[in-house]
């Protein structure tokens, strides 16, 4: 085989957590991977990242324990994916070549003559103190560091890490892997003279939402460490910097932080929500109750087409019917940059949908709500009296139809989409409420709320009473009164940031608040 029939091997940084510290480059190669070998510390999100078609393969190391996979059959592994002329992404939790075996893997390559490329990534030694406050130097405290892992190699058990030694060659000192050992370690490190009192801290799951932080000095640490209960993956800090903690937090004080929040939105606008929510330190829980369908019969939507010229106006009340109008559009061969009609939005989100495909937007109320819309439709001669056209989901309300034509218009409905209860597995989504891991519950629309209530037990009924609930605008607090669920918190105007910042304002009641001291 010539070494141009050989693929490519891109051993890649995952970061240690939160998918925004994956680098560009990692995200550009992820974007044209045949295969993604990764493991078990990635997150799906990067997973994403890869186009449809690549393979996608867990390999299942997990850091700390045996891996599941051995890492000789990991390595004949990108082997033979690379010799089947693939583009291989070897994706690795923090940087490939931080305790990550990537050299291991690079040799392997390289004997076998296979190309490959390292991608640095953040390490969780730099990423996950970051993200809890603890500056690895300070002018102050430390100028030097050293990074060590606490993972005994039974294959090499005359190469014992020298902890003697380490104990105070550097000012602050990071240990992977040790959650283990850690009672062992911290001895050994007190015996090679670090005093007893020094600052000290675990850094469990590191850049996540779930991130917990214990501090205390380096005697009592495993003690403490073992009521708090956390474990792997976590990095052990030893050191003055530690201190620094108690003013350099910031994860904890994100309103939603550790908070975790279902989100039931459709699938296509699931994603926006969640990345506002991760923004605020919540965890999001993405299981959409509804998805989106063409409506049962196009002709009445192609006939407005091909009467285009008949419309003095065009009516947009959601960015899902600008979209989905707009597809069915180009199908027919309609360019609607083109047709003549004034176009209205209800809102500052629809007008922009609206501009995003193409339509010029004249007519935008003050009060993004149908009504207004209306009102102002009514004050403008040319429209309040002409044809207008109003597509939007077979399931709309009648309330802007009907506001409309009070106002004289004449008005032609047309369904470009149906919204469907979705698949889900609801006892899996009931056990999640009863066991109290969801502490948020978001809604937009009234049909998210049906499909909600009708999916929930009577424990799971139950459960809701303790979780907050947050719903976009009135009519969709009314729908989760009359299911006889409650509301907390009322977003007045579309968009996911005045929702955010509603249940923000519920749960959020304890932020700065502090795991330790
Ligand atoms: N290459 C990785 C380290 C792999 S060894 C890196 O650069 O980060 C696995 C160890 O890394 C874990 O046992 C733990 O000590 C540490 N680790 C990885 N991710 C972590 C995280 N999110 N938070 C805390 N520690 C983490």
Redesign the pocket.
């Known amino acids: 085989m010539s070494r141009s029939d050989l693929g490519r091997v891109y051993l890649v940084?995952a970061g240690?957590?939160d998918p925004g510290l994956l680098t560009l480059r990692g995200a550009d190669l992820l974007r044209v991977a045949d295969a993604v070998v990764y493991d078990a510390?990635a997150s799906a999100e990067l997973l994403d990242l890869a186009p449809d078609g690549a393979l996608r393969i867990d390999v299942g190391k997990r850091?700390?324990d045996a891996p599941t996979l051995p890492q000789e059959e990991i390595t004949q592994l990108l082997i033979r994916l690379a010799r089947e002329g693939r583009m291989v992404v070897r994706l690795?939790?923090?940087?490939?070549f931080?305790?990550?075996r990537g050299g291991e893997e690079c040799s392997a390559l390289a004997a076998e003559k296979i190309p490959f490329e390292v991608v640095p990534?953040v390490?969780?030694?730099v990423g996950?103190l970051a993200y809890a406050g603890i500056p690895l130097t300070d002018r102050r405290h430390s100028a030097s560091f050293a990074v060590v892992t606490g993972h005994r190699d039974p294959s090499k058990a005359a190469t014992e890490t020298r902890w003697g030694d380490l104990a105070t060659a550097a000012d602050t000192l990071v240990v992977?892997?040790?959650m283990r050992r850690l009672p062992e370690l911290v001895e050994r490190i007190l015996a090679g003279g670090r005093a007893p009192d020094t600052p000290a801290a675990a850094?469990?799951?590191?850049?996540?939402p779930s991130q917990r932080v214990v501090c205390a000095p380096l005697a009592a640490l495993p003690e403490r460490v073992r009521a708090a209960g956390l474990g792997?993956?976590?990095?052990i800090v030893i050191g003055e910097v530690v201190e620094l903690r108690d003013t350099l937090a910031w994860v904890e004080r994100r309103a939603l932080h550790g908070k975790r929040v279902l989100v039931t939105r459709p699938q296509e606008q699931a994603g926006v929500l969640a990345a506002a929510l991760r923004e605020r330190g919540a965890a999001p829980v993405v299981i959409p109750l509804l998805e989106i369908a063409p409506p049962e019969d196009w002709a009445p939507v192609d006939a407005a087409l091909a009467a285009r010229d008949e419309y003095a106006g065009l009516v947009l009340a959601s960015s899902n019917a600008v979209h989905r109008f707009a597809a069915r559009a180009r199908e027919r061969g309609v360019r609607l940059d083109d047709v003549g009609w004034s176009v209205c939005c209800v809102g500052p989100r629809t007008a922009d949908a609206a501009r995003s495909v193409g339509l010029p937007v004249h007519l935008v109320p003050a009060r993004h709500e149908g009504v207004s819309l209306a009102r102002a439709l009514a004050r403008r001669p040319d429209l309040a009296r002409g044809r207008l056209l109003l597509p939007r989901a077979a399931e709309g309300r009648d309330e802007l139809p009907d506001a409309l034509r009070a106002g004289g218009a004449s008005l032609d409905v047309v369904s470009v989409y149906r919204t469907l209860p979705a698949p889900v597995d609801s006892a899996a989504l009931c056990a999640q409420l009863a066991a109290g891991e969801l502490h948020g519950l978001t809604f937009a629309s009234p049909s998210a709320v049906r499909a909600f209530a009708s999916l929930l037990d009577e424990g799971a009924r139950r459960a809701v009473e303790r979780c907050a609930v947050a719903a976009i605008g009135r009519i969709t607090a009314e729908a989760l009164r009359v299911e006889g669920l409650h509301v907390d918190a009322v977003a007045d105007s579309a968009g996911v940031a005045p929702l955010v910042e509603a249940l923000a304002a519920v749960l959020g009641g304890e932020s700065g608040k502090r795991d330790t001291r």
């Open positions: 940084g240690p957590g510390l850091g700390h690795k939790g923090g940087d490939p931080v305790f990550g990534g390490s969780s030694v996950g992977l892997m040790g850094v469990m799951d590191g850049t996540l792997a993956p976590a990095l």
